[in-house]
């Protein structure tokens, strides 16, 4: 059975690397995610998300698609809150914790325990065999690239499957294997997924979001209109804008280890100006770089901490991918 996937491990990675110098960074700038930050950006979040609604409401028709957008990127950074949330070190959901799962990650027909399942996952094998975001060598390639982009705008609809398929696989064992491959990303290649505790604690937590869901489908039903206009479409945007990022995230080329030089090597930063910000990473996910090797930092403090590895270690920091993953040599 693999070794549990946790971000500590990771840590502990970076402290065994073989920078020149092995220097670490100062303590002040390696601040810890905490729950009560991220319930103060998902009430921000879902602020400006009724601001918008409000907006498609009272203008005239034609501007719906930049309310549709504005709407669609606030969903995309409530999932960057959640993904933080899964770096969080907790022993069990407090009040806290599950109000954040309601708030920043049921609207993405996600949960923690599936978040935490394929992403820590992700960062444990980041660009391996078994990375559950793996990808081919899209370098040279923009028709396959656009391909793969278009594809992303199916995590809304697949997640929202997943936790209809997680609920009914919680009591039939014989589901959890293809719940766990196909809808949480499993590259392990293991036999026995129906009676991992992981899959089954997984498929237990879908229960109370997929009932959200079914909600929200019993509503289309009646509304269609106000769900399509306000949800779905800026939901499917949603997975777009997710999906260039995940596009944009790493180099296309394949490590076989979890040294440090292999994470620089294949993890890049993007999108940190502001329309960046915005739009393909919100709230400072676009400094990939320091959050692979941090992955317990805040995401306020990612600036700063790339900054001070940018100043100490100029030579190794791996430049930042430009807007178009074919431009320039940069962009491998």
């Known amino acids: 059975m693999n070794a549990p996937v946790t971000a500590e491990a990771l840590e502990q990675a970076l402290a065994e690397a073989s920078l020149p110098g092995r220097a670490r960074p100062p303590r002040d700038l390696l601040v810890a995610a ?8 998902a009430v921000v979040e879902w602020a400006w998300i009724l601001v918008f609604w409000a907006g498609m ?26 993904h ?10 407090g009040p806290k914790v599950r109000l954040l799962e309601l708030l920043a990650g049921y609207p993405l027909a996600s949960t923690l325990e599936a978040m935490r399942y394929h992403h820590l996952r992700h960062h444990r094998d980041s660009c391996m065999a078994t990375d559950p975001y793996a990808k081919p060598d899209l370098r040279g390639r923009p028709g396959l690239l656009f391909l793969y982009w278009l594809r992303t705008l199916l995590i809304l609809p697949a997640w ?3 936790g209809f398929v997680g609920s009914v696989a919680r009591f039939v064992p014989p589901l959890r294997a293809p719940y766990a491959r196909a809808l949480l990303q ?14 089954i604690a997984a498929a ?17 039903v009646v509304a269609p209109g106000p769900v399509v206009l306000g949800y779905v479409l800026p939901g499917l945007v949603a997975s777009l804008l997710c999906g260039w990022r995940l596009l944009q995230e ?3 080329q394949r490590v076989d280890d979890r040294r440090l030089e292999s994470i620089l090597t294949s993890t890049r930063d993007h999108n940190t100006d502001l329309p960046g910000r915005l739009l393909f990473a919100p709230r400072n996910i676009g400094y990939h770089v320091v959050h692979h090797l941090h992955p317990q930092v805040a995401k306020e403090a990612l600036p700063a901490l790339a900054s001070w590895y940018k100043a100490t270690y100029p030579t190794h920091y791996p430049p930042q991918r430009p807007f178009w993953p074919w431009q320039g040599a940069r962009a491998v």
């Open 34 to 41: 905490d729950a009560d930050t991220q319930l103060r950006n």
């Open 57 to 82: 409401a009272l203008t005239p028709g034609w501007l719906w698609p930049l309310w549709a957008l504005a709407v669609a990127s606030r969903i995309h950074a409530l999932g960057v809150i959640l």
């Open 84 to 93: 933080e949330v899964c770096h969080m070190p907790l022993r069990h959901k």
């Open 160 to 162: 929202v499957v997943r």
């Open 186 to 199: 499993d590259r392990s290649g293991r036999r026995d997924l129906a009676d991992d505790v992981e899959v």
């Open 204 to 220: 237990r937590a879908e229960i109370p979001q997929a009932c959200v869901h079914a909600g929200v489908i019993a509503l289309a």
């Open 250 to 252: 790493h180099s296309y």
